[in-house]
T-cell receptor
Framework: GESVGLHLPTLSVQEGDNSIINCAYS??????FIWYKQESGKGPQFIID?????DKRQGQRVTVLLNKTVKHLSLQIAATQPGDSAVYFC???????????FGGGTRVLVKP | EAQVTQNPRYLITVTGKKLTVTCSQN?????MSWYRQDPGLGLRQIYY???????DKGDVPEGYKVSRKEKRNFPLILESPSPNQTSLYFC??????????????FGQGTRLTVV
C-alpha cells in the first residue's frame, strides 16, 4: 500500500477495547472540524464532523468531542475492530473559509 | 456509485515534462480540491474550486495549475514538474465546500514520481 507517513504517532489497541485519538488545533477562528480515516492505499474517508456550537457528537461506534477552551478535538472509537486499523486525521475549517487544514495524523493498530 | 476518479494512479515522469492528472466526480458537487500528501507533513491543500470557473490557491499552490471548465472535472496541471513535486496526490469533492455539508469524497490517489 501507499506510505502515508513514516513518523506518525501510533496508538496500539487491543481488539474490543475503546480507542481515543487526540488532535490539537491552533486556529481559534476554526468553527468546523472533521475526522477522516485513511486505510493503506486509499484516499481519506469521512467519519464524522462537528461544529463549534457543539461539544459532542455521536455516530455509529464513534464519538467526537470538542473542547474549544483548550483547542482540542478527540475521536473515540468504541469496541475497536481490526477494520479500524488505519491512519486518522483531524481537519479544521476557519469560519467562512473554504479551506480545510489537516493535522498530521495518528496511526491506529488493532491487535487481535 | 458515487465516486471521485483520478487518473493515472501511478506516474513516473522526468523533470520539465508537462503533465496533467485528471479528476472527475459524478455527484454534481460544487466544491473540488487537490491535496498532496507527504510523509511527516500530512495532507496539504494545493488548489480548490468553489464552482465552475472559480478557483483559488490553497496552502501550497506553487508549481501547479488547475482549471474548472465544467462541474465534474478538475484537472491538476504541472507545467514543468520538479523532483520536489514527487508526492501522493488526492482529489476531493463535496457538495458545498468544507464549511457547508462537510462530507468530502476523496479519490484513490495518484502516486507521482519526478526524476
Amino acid at each position: 500500500g501507499e506510505s502515508v507517513g513514516l513518523h506518525l504517532p501510533t496508538l496500539s489497541v487491543q481488539e474490543g477495547d475503546n480507542s481515543i485519538i487526540n488532535c490539537a488545533y491552533s486556529n481559534s477562528a476554526s468553527d468546523y472540524f472533521i475526522w477522516y480515516k485513511q486505510e493503506s492505499g486509499k484516499g481519506p474517508q469521512f467519519i464524522i464532523d462537528i461544529r463549534s456550537n457543539m461539544d459532542k457528537r455521536q455516530g455509529q461506534r464513534v464519538t467526537v468531542l470538542l473542547n474549544k477552551t483548550v483547542k482540542h478535538l478527540s475521536l473515540q472509537i468504541a469496541a475497536t475492530q481490526p477494520g479500524d486499523s488505519a491512519v486518522y486525521f483531524c481537519a479544521e475549517n476557519e469560519a467562512a473559509g473554504n479551506k480545510l487544514t489537516f493535522g498530521g495524523g495518528t496511526r491506529v493498530l488493532v491487535k487481535p | 456509485e458515487a465516486q471521485v476518479t483520478q487518473n493515472p494512479r501511478y506516474l513516473i515522469t522526468v523533470t520539465g515534462k508537462k503533465l496533467t492528472v485528471t479528476c472527475s466526480q459524478n455527484m454534481n458537487h460544487e466544491y473540488m480540491s487537490w491535496y498532496r500528501q507527504d510523509p511527516g507533513l500530512g495532507l496539504r491543500q494545493i488548489y480548490y474550486s468553489m464552482n465552475v470557473e472559480v478557483t483559488d490557491k490553497g496552502d501550497v499552490p506553487e508549481g501547479y495549475k488547475v482549471s474548472r471548465k465544467e462541474k465534474r472535472n478538475f484537472p491538476l496541471i504541472l507545467e514543468s514538474p520538479s523532483p520536489n513535486q514527487t508526492s501522493l496526490y488526492f482529489c476531493a469533492s463535496s457538495l458545498k465546500g468544507p464549511a457547508g455539508v462537510g462530507e468530502a469524497f476523496f479519490g484513490q490517489g495518484t502516486r507521482l514520481t519526478v526524476v
